[in-house]
Every structure is written in C-alpha cells, then in structure tokens.
C-alpha cells in the first residue's frame, strides 16, 4: 500500500507565496508521473500543474508564470511551489501520482488534500 501526503496548506494573503509538498510513501520503487489538482466550493476539480518521470511540465492557463511544479526522485516528493496568489486560487489541492509499487505495477494514487486560502 502506497500513501500520498501532501503538506504546506495554510492562509495566505493575495500577492504571497506557499509551497505545497507531496511525500510518497509504502511499498513502492518511485514515482512516475506527478500532479497537483485543486478543487473550489460548488466547482468540479481541476488539473494544476503536471511533472513527467523525465522532468517535462504542463499548467492550466491560469497558473502559468506562477506555479513551478518540480520533484525529488530521492525524497519521493513532489512541490508545488505557488507564487503571487490570487483569491481565486483559493481551493483544497489534492496531490496525484502514478506510483510504481514494489509488485511492479503502476497504480494511480490521491492524497487527501491541503486547503490553500488567499484572502486579506
């Protein structure tokens, strides 16, 4: 069993910065490929920011220039490093990761999410 714990959430004001963490963990080799979703009150969840095993990454027009997504294959640690917030950005983000486990299978995993608030 493999377990995604994200970490770093909290209450910031418009203009600042978080850095969101996801740390794998359990029977597993590594991760593949890497994401962070997001989800708002009364909207569906959304696609944030994706990493590749190789590194290569992918936005949603509305973070880009301002979210990094990067990873540390030593660590099993993906971040989400989140730069001049929005209100709008406001929204409970979910880390997702394909994993490959120690049975060598690929299997998709959730995490139970982190509340980022940007308000004054």
């Known amino acids: 069993q493999v377990q995604l714990m994200e970490s770093g959430g909290g209450l910031v004001q418009p203009g600042g910065s978080l850095r969101l963490s996801c740390l794998a963990s359990?029977?597993?080799?590594?991760?593949?490929?890497g994401a962070w979703y997001r989800q708002a009150p009364g909207k569906l969840r959304e696609l944030v920011a994706q990493i590749g095993s190789g590194g290569s990454t992918n936005y949603a027009d509305s973070v880009k220039g301002r979210f990094t997504i990067s990873r540390d294959n030593a660590q099993n640690t993906v971040y989400l490093q989140m730069n001049s917030l929005k209100p709008e950005d406001t929204a409970v983000y979910y880390c997702?990761?394909?994993?490959?486990?120690?049975?060598?299978?690929?299997?998709?995993?959730w995490g139970q999410g982190t509340q980022v608030t940007v308000s004054s």
């Open positions: 359990g029977r597993m080799f590594n991760i593949n490929n």
């Open positions: 997702n990761a394909d994993i490959w486990e120690r049975q060598r299978t690929l299997k998709n995993y």
